[in-house]
């Protein structure tokens, strides 16, 4: 295919930085360039060094070209669910959320909403994320079609839920083991798609219910798991009656042999001391989602204190009690959520968080979340002055930092100038019809 050039300023990360002076950790070009064919990223490096004949040049400048962005947890199916008034977690999910996904049991329904999801994510500049979809397999199907049909890399998994949920909205041990074993089989694997085995949380699903899941772990140790964590206090009561031999929370997991390093575990806020060890001991990921722990009042996610015992965090929107699709707003109140604990997050480890650093927790930095050459070329164009407000800030930054700082506070989709998913830009773009990748 055609060699593309693209120019621009180029921000690349090797590890996790401390802060601006630690070079170590990251490339920058102030006057930089990507050589990008066949989907992939063939060279890195200043323009003048890169630039040869032959080469289809685009030019991004002024803007800043880096890794796209990956949401580690979000839910497919409440895309219309986004800003609903007054609950916590358990009657947010009964009033508004649950009925919300009974809607996807409609394969028509879920294929349209699959489109304007997918539409969503690329235009805030997200190219990778992993999904919850519903308890219906048709919506996993929808979903992983519309994946393959931008080339993107994505994960996702149904649901499996069994019990306090309405009708029309719950498996059983045998189906949910089924439905998931015939997608795994369908999808994992196939172009860019991987698959995470997903028992809702343990509220949902029956011992029965979990047995099963932990059964799917074991038979596709490749497969990701995800699920919620000690997220509401209520929630976490619910659970320990539920489960009454278990230690703590974590544990009802770890019974069924569902926490190793490929596990994610949304919110993961309220935790004993046991259940911090052990997630550490096993590799496993908490997942930071502050626009939906702040939506729903369900409290401060302790980065630091995590961090200090060896885990690696991740961090996501969690749509649809989250509030944004932008990973960038997701920074802006992830750092508020930081400042009220007396933590910091820095710039430049905030932006290798959600590109590089989300890409270490799924194992897959040698793939995503990065533009050393041979990976893949997802590719995310920032304008760092795209508002009134932003441009006016922007004149009083003299660092990379605070430059980036202000996109980190006050950016969103508007500062998406340009979005590449496997070489390929996705604004103004045709994608070839959707029926023809169905299998
Ligand atoms: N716990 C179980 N299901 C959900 C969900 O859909 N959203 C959130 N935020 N927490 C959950
Ligand atoms: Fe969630």
Redesign the pocket.
């Known amino acids: 295919g055609q060699r593309q050039l693209l120019r621009g300023r180029v921000l690349n990360f090797h590890a996790d930085p401390v802060n601006e002076a630690d070079t170590e950790a990251y490339d920058y070009f102030a006057d930089g360039a990507l050589i990008v064919a066949d989907g992939k990223i063939e060279a890195i490096g200043d323009y003048d060094a890169l630039k040869q004949p032959g080469l289809t040049e685009v030019d991004h400048r002024p803007h800043l070209l880096m890794a796209g962005f990956i949401d580690t947890h979000i839910?497919f199916p409440?895309v219309q669910v986004v800003a609903s008034w007054g609950d916590q977690?358990l009657d947010?999910?009964n009033n508004y959320?649950f009925p919300e996904e009974v809607r996807f049991a409609d394969q028509g329904h879920a294929d349209a909403m699959a489109r304007a999801f997918f539409d969503l994510l690329t235009s805030h500049g997200t190219t990778t994320a992993m999904s919850?979809c519903s308890v219906h397999a048709g919506s996993a199907d929808a979903y992983f079609t519309e994946a393959a049909r931008r080339n993107m890399c994505m994960i996702g998994g149904k649901?499996m839920m069994d019990r306090n949920a309405p009708d029309g909205l719950r498996d059983t041990p045998r189906s949910g083991y089924d439905d998931s074993k015939a997608l795994i089989d369908r999808w994992h694997g196939r172009g860019r798609a991987h698959y995470a085995i997903t028992p809702?949380?343990s509220?949902?699903s029956t011992p029965e219910q979990m047995e099963m899941a932990g059964a799917l772990a074991t038979e596709h140790p490749d497969c990701f798991v995800q699920?919620?964590l000690s997220?509401?206090k209520d929630?976490i009561a619910f659970t320990k009656s539920l489960y009454p031999q278990a230690r703590d929370y974590l544990d009802v997991y770890e019974r069924y042999g569902l926490v190793g390093p490929k596990t994610f575990l949304?919110?993961a806020i309220h935790l004993e001391d046991r259940e911090i060890a052990s997630l550490a001991e096993r590799g496993a990921h908490p997942v930071f989602?502050p626009t939906?722990n702040l939506f729903?009042g369900?409290g401060l996610f302790d980065d630091g204190g995590l961090r200090e015992q060896g885990i690696t965090n991740a961090i996501a929107t969690?749509i649809?009690?989250?509030t944004s699709y932008s990973m960038l707003q997701t920074l802006n109140e992830g750092y508020k959520v930081l400042q009220l604990q007396g933590q910091k997050l820095h710039p430049l480890r905030a932006f290798h968080w959600i590109t590089r650093g989300n890409a270490v927790a799924m194992g897959m930095q040698d793939r995503i979340g990065t533009l050393h050459a041979g990976t893949d070329a997802d590719i995310v164009v920032l304008n760092t002055s795209a508002t009134d407000a932003m441009a006016l800030r922007s004149q009083r930054a003299e660092t990379l930092s605070e430059e980036l700082f202000i996109l980190q506070i006050m950016g969103d989709d508007r500062s998406v100038e340009q979005v590449y998913v496997a070489g390929r830009a996705q604004k103004g773009v045709d994608l070839p019809p959707a029926r023809a990748l169905r299998s």
Request: overall charge negative; some cysteine.
């Open positions: 839910h409440q977690l947010w999910l959320t919850f649901v809702r949380f509220i949902t699920t919620h997220e509401n929630e949304g919110h989602c939906s729903l369900s969690d649809g009690a989250g």
